[in-house]
């Protein structure tokens, strides 16, 4: 198992998460591929979007539903920061995933977290489990309750 795979099992037990990571033959980079390859509907997929904070330099992460958009400018003022989208570098180094893994747990550091309403309208969603190949299922009601991600409506 790897160390994401190892970091995000390990904050659901915390968390008292019971979730089961799968792995995928497919990549699971996109919110399409990852629809298509579990069988399920785009707006379950829980996308992990991170900006930049440009105050303070630190990545916030945006967790939406797979056929949303993230609208900056709205993201920027639930925050009350200018946003710019963050790296690949910056990512890995500051939440431990590659982009197409990044999990909504599991982060190397702590890290601010916003959640799509539109998540909470299914009984189950699928996210990264941190990395391209491995998704896990969950009630998204306890995965707000448990992330203490704030409701906001921060897409297009």
């Known amino acids: 198992m790897s160390k994401s795979l190892k970091r995000v099992f390990m904050e659901a037990a915390e968390l008292k998460l019971n979730i089961n990571i799968i792995e995928l033959t497919a990549e ?4 399409n591929a990852a ?13 992990s979007i991170i900006f930049l ?10 967790m939406t539903s ?11 003022r639930c925050v ?7 790296n690949a570098n910056i990512i890995r180094k500051q939440t ?5 893994g990044v999990s909504p747990i599991g982060h190397l550091n702590s890290i601010e977290k916003f959640m799509d309403p539109r998540l909470l309208e299914f009984n189950i969603i699928w996210a990264a489990a941190g990395t391209p190949k491995s998704m896990f299922c969950i009630d998204p009601q306890k995965l707000h309750m448990s992330s203490g991600a704030v409701l906001y409506n921060f897409t297009e």
């Open 28 to 31: 699971t980079k996109t919110a």
């Open 35 to 47: 629809a298509e390859a579990l069988e399920c509907e785009i707006d379950q997929i829980l996308k």
């Open 53 to 62: 904070n440009e105050n303070t330099g630190k990545c916030i992460l945006f």
């Open 66 to 76: 797979g056929g949303n958009r993230v609208d900056l400018s709205k993201a920027s």
């Open 96 to 100: 431990g995933f590659a982009i197409g």
């Open 80 to 86: 009350g920061a200018p946003l710019s989208h963050a």
